[in-house]
């Protein structure tokens, strides 16, 4: 109903026996305070439902280690949002209060380059071993003159 914006009347008298002691003060507080944590609190769900979704659709598309990059990739966005959200001024001042929180964040990145570089190193070793694979599984070449090669030569030197 607030979303609706209707007017405090309205929600009171559709609430019947429950609004009746809300005033238009506590709609109004509950309306800037609790309700827009609220608000917040569905926008964090939905988009983590979203980022949980997309992980399980890059996992179905991708077989393998993909999955874990995609996994690493949804990260990656996660920090920047984060970063995002609460602003260079905050950040700073978060180290300011704790050093320990620039060591935190610099490890965390760390932790997920080390871990995209894992996957990229799986990722070549696997392709190298498909590759050998196939070359094992090609059929060997006979080296040398077939045989076919050798009556030509003599049909044309004519020794035999």
Not at 67 to 79: E, G, N, P, S, V
Not at 84 to 96: H, T
Not at 115 to 124: D, P
Request: hydrophobic residues 40%.
């Amino acid at each position: 109903m607030l979303d609706d914006g209707l007017p405090y009347t309205a929600i009171r008298q559709h609430l019947g026996e429950l609004g009746t002691n809300l005033s238009d003060d506590t709609i109004g507080r509950w309306k800037q305070g609790a309700y827009q944590e609220h608000l917040r609190d569905l926008r964090l769900l939905d988009e983590s439902r979203s980022r949980h979704e997309l992980a399980l659709e890059l996992a179905r598309q991708e077989h393998g280690i993909d999955a874990f990059q995609a996994a690493h990739k949804i990260a990656a966005t996660l920090i920047c949002d984060a970063v995002a959200e609460i602003g260079a001024d905050s950040l700073r001042q978060a180290v300011k209060l704790n050093p320990l929180n620039l060591l935190r964040m610099l490890n965390s990145l760390s932790r997920l380059t080390a871990g995209g570089l894992k996957c990229e190193q799986h990722l070549s070793d696997q392709a190298e071993r498909n590759a050998s694979l196939q070359q094992q599984q090609q059929p060997k070449q006979k080296l040398g003159i077939s045989s076919g090669s050798v009556q030509e030569m003599e049909d044309a030197l004519k020794l035999m």
